[in-house]
Structure formats: structure tokens, C-alpha cells
């Protein structure tokens, strides 16, 4: 983390190195679930590099007791946004999996080989890529389902392709076409479902979700305070026009008091004179 310029903006890259950062020390058990959430929202909440650098000061960044990476100041062309830092390259960290009567899982931070295999009888299975790194920029899952399912979760700007058979069973076909973004890899979901299923889907992974919810509860605590601003200033306003009304209005009771008094005074004066008149 970067401590030569604190007051510079973070970016969504920088936030999001810390929170892997945090996710190592919570499998780690360097943090417990409370500790990880408060950190987490921090990172989530911070605008600039001073404000980040504190969240994983006593942590290092990985399991051989690193010091925490210090935040480039410059943006390297080479990268293509945040997926070139997740194609890894060499081999996956798991290439199979079997589920007999039984589930399996594959989520959380692993490397997705070139080419996955598993395979579901009277049994479930999920593949879970959205925090997972990628061994090649297209990766193969190859789904072998007899009366059972598979589901296979891709993060948004993943490219998707399906080309699996099913008898009396079926692949989700719903998430293909949908365009990659620039650099991020391809996945091909191949295989074979007999009286099973292989379903396919995106989702946001846990932290981004938290991110959104705590962007949209500030645009509601935004939207609010826009609201109570608002509502006192009309507030102010028809407090001024209350104001200036009950003024004009004493103006105006002023000024026949003066009128009247004056008309008094015009009427005495016209009485002297007839008095004097008549006396002479």
C-alpha cells in the first residue's frame, strides 16, 4: 500500500487487492467473521489511498507472510483491466471432480485448469467461478451428469460457451451470446446429461454485491438528505413569505393608524376655524 501520496483517489483495482488481502487472512484465520466484515465495509467506503493503507497494515498479503503489495501509482497498458491479473497460466489447482449419491463443490479462490472434468450420478456438483483464476484465456468444463445436476456460476464479463447434449436433460443455454469483456476468458461448458441437468448462470461475487448495497444505501442516504435539504429550504421559504406577509400587513395597519390620526387632526382644525368664525 502506498504511502507517498495518501490524498490521491483510489481506484476499484486498489480496493480490490485489499479485500483479496482480507479474504487470505480470514482462511488464514488471522481475522474471524466480524473482524473480516468491519474491514471488508471499510474498503469498500474508501476514496483514497490513505484511508486503505491502514485496513491491512498487520496483515501480510499471502500465506509465505509477505508484506502487504504497495499500490501502483501508474497504469501499466499490458493489463486489460482486472482480468489479466487472473489469467495465471500452468496448471489448475483442481481438475476433476466425482459426486456418486453425494455433491461436490469448487469455489472460493482456485485455478480453473484448460480443461475440468466431473462428473454426477444421483448426486449434484457446483462450479464456482467467480473468484477463481484462470490457467488459460479459455478453459474447458466438461459435465458428465446421469440423474443429477450441475451448476456452473460465471462472474459478469465472462464469455460463455455451451455445447452440451442432453437426453431427457438438458444445458442452460441462457448465458451464451452474451458478449466478454475486453481480455477476460472464455469458458465451454461441454459434456452429457442423461435424465440430469447442467445449468449455467452469472452472479456478482460476495464482495462486488457488497459494494453495490453499500453504493445504493448511499445514493439513498444521498436522495434523503437531497429531500431534507429541500424540505427545509421550502420550509425557509414559506417561513420568509409568512414574514414578509405579516409585516406588510403591519405596515399596512400602520399606515391607516397614521391616516386616521391625521383625519382626526384635519377635523379639529376644521372645528377651530368654525368656532373662530362664529365668534367673529
Same mark, same amino acid.
Given at each position: ?39 471488508? @465495509? ?179 442516504? @444521498? ?31 400602520? @399606515? ?25
Amino acid at each position: 500500500m502506498t504511502e507517498d501520496a495518501p490524498e490521491l483517489r483510489a481506484s476499484d483495482a486498489d480496493r480490490e487487492r485489499v479485500a483479496e488481502v482480507l479474504r487470505d487472512a480470514l482462511a488464514e484465520g488471522r481475522l474471524d467473521m466480524e473482524e473480516f466484515g468491519e474491514r471488508l @465495509d471499510a474498503t469498500y467506503k474508501a476514496r483514497t489511498y490513505g484511508e486503505l493503507a491502514p485496513i491491512t497494515r498487520d496483515l501480510p498479503s499471502g500465506p509465505g507472510g509477505a508484506p502487504a503489495p504497495r499500490i501502483s501509482m501508474t497504469k501499466e497498458p499490458a493489463q486489460s483491466g482486472s482480468w489479466a491479473g487472473r489469467i495465471v497460466g500452468g496448471e489448475g489447482s483442481s481438475t476433476w471432480a466425482v459426486a456418486i449419491m453425494s455433491g461436490f463443490q469448487r469455489k472460493g479462490r482456485w485455478t480453473v485448469p484448460r480443461r475440468f472434468n466431473c462428473f454426477a450420478f444421483w448426486g449434484g456438483g457446483e462450479i464456482d467461478l467467480r473468484e477463481a483464476n484462470f490457467a488459460d484465456g479459455e478453459v474447458e468444463i466438461n459435465c458428465i451428469a446421469i440423474m443429477g445436476g450441475m451448476q456452473v456460476i460465471v462472474p459478469p464479463g465472462v464469455e460463455v460457451l455451451v455445447r452440451g447434449l442432453g437426453i431427457m436433460g438438458g444445458f442452460d443455454q441462457r448465458e451464451e451470446g452474451v458478449p466478454g469483456d475486453p481480455g477476460a476468458p472464455r469458458v465451454i461448458v461441454t459434456g452429457f446429461a442423461f435424465w440430469g441437468g447442467v445449468g449455467v448462470e452469472r452472479k456478482l461475487t460476495r464482495a462486488e454485491r457488497q459494494r453495490l448495497k453499500e453504493e445504493r444505501r448511499q445514493e439513498k442516504l @444521498d436522495r434523503k438528505a437531497s429531500l431534507r435539504e429541500l424540505a427545509e429550504s421550502s420550509r425557509d421559504e414559506i417561513h420568509d413569505s409568512h414574514r414578509r406577509m405579516l409585516e406588510g400587513h403591519h405596515d399596512l395597519m400602520r @399606515d391607516r393608524s397614521r391616516e386616521r390620526r391625521e383625519e382626526r387632526r384635519e377635523e379639529r382644525r376644521e372645528e377651530r376655524d368654525r368656532r373662530r368664525r362664529r365668534e367673529y
